[in-house]
């Protein structure tokens, strides 16, 4: 089956320095993908779409100058918390749809913490 | 407006009893419907999904129902087990924007 695989799968900074996600497919092409936030006992919140080679897709409120996207290739997507703050705290998860575009494959996630 | 719920946050049941969970939603015209499982500190997993015209649809010990009338999946797990323990999140399609998911469903399996 499709695999996506994420990383790192948790990370601590201090307020105000950013941090990388990454986000890959690993066997197969992956033209679009999602990256979602998900609070203790909540749901997973659409943050952005991404797709490669253009500009991604943010939902509303999420504001695209803190929380920077690229998909540069059809395996890789990235997510760069830019000068992250405690309330950026979260469990950041990426996804991309597998053939047939219904089913969606998530990474296993990134815990973030920010002191 | 537009809701999924859940309808229960935390599910207790005896192992080898089956498990039942709901998913409503309202101002929703689903094609189809999904059901994913969540263990903690790591992404959802895909189980199920049902298209609007499937009344049931079965995977081994897992059986997903969709009413489009009563806007209601229900997600079975039959002679449920301890391993079976997880978080269950109900997941519909909403047209042209990314699959919309519920809180979820909380399901601990006592021996």
Redesign the interface.
């Known amino acids: 089956g499709a695999v996506v695989s994420q990383h790192p799968s948790w990370v601590i900074c201090k307020s105000g320095t950013s941090v990388k996600i990454e986000c890959r497919s690993l066997d197969f092409q992956a033209t679009t993908m999602f990256w979602y936030r998900q609070f203790p006992k909540q749901s997973l919140m659409l943050m952005a779409t991404s797709n490669e080679g253009s500009k991604a897709t943010y939902e509303q409120g999420v504001e695209k100058d803190k929380f920077l996207i690229n998909h540069a290739s059809l395996t890789l997507s990235t997510l760069t918390v830019t000068s992250a703050h405690p309330e950026d705290s979260s469990f950041y998860i990426c996804s991309a749809i597998g053939q047939g575009g219904e089913k969606l494959f998530f990474g296993s996630g990134t815990q973030l913490s920010v002191l | 407006s537009q809701k999924?719920e859940q309808n229960s946050?935390a599910l207790n049941i005896q192992e080898g009893k089956t498990a039942t969970l709901t998913c409503n939603y309202t101002n929703y015209s689903p094609a189809?419907l999904?059901w994913?499982r969540q263990d903690p500190?790591?992404?959802?997993?895909?189980l199920l999904?049902i298209r609007e015209n499937e009344k049931e649809k079965r995977k081994e010990r897992l059986k997903v129902t969709f009413d489009t009338t009563l806007k209601q999946s229900l997600f079975h797990i039959t002679a449920s087990q301890p391993a079976d323990s997880a978080t269950y999140?109900c997941?519909l399609?909403s047209g042209n924007t990314?699959?919309?998911?519920?809180?979820?469903t909380r399901l601990s399996v006592i021996a």
Do not use: H, M, S
Not at chain 2, 41 to 46: A, D, N, Y
Not at chain 2, 98 to 104: A, E, I, R, S, T
């Open positions: 999924i946050e189809y999904q994913y500190g790591r992404g959802p997993v895909f999904l999140l997941a399609d990314p699959l919309v998911f519920g809180k979820g």
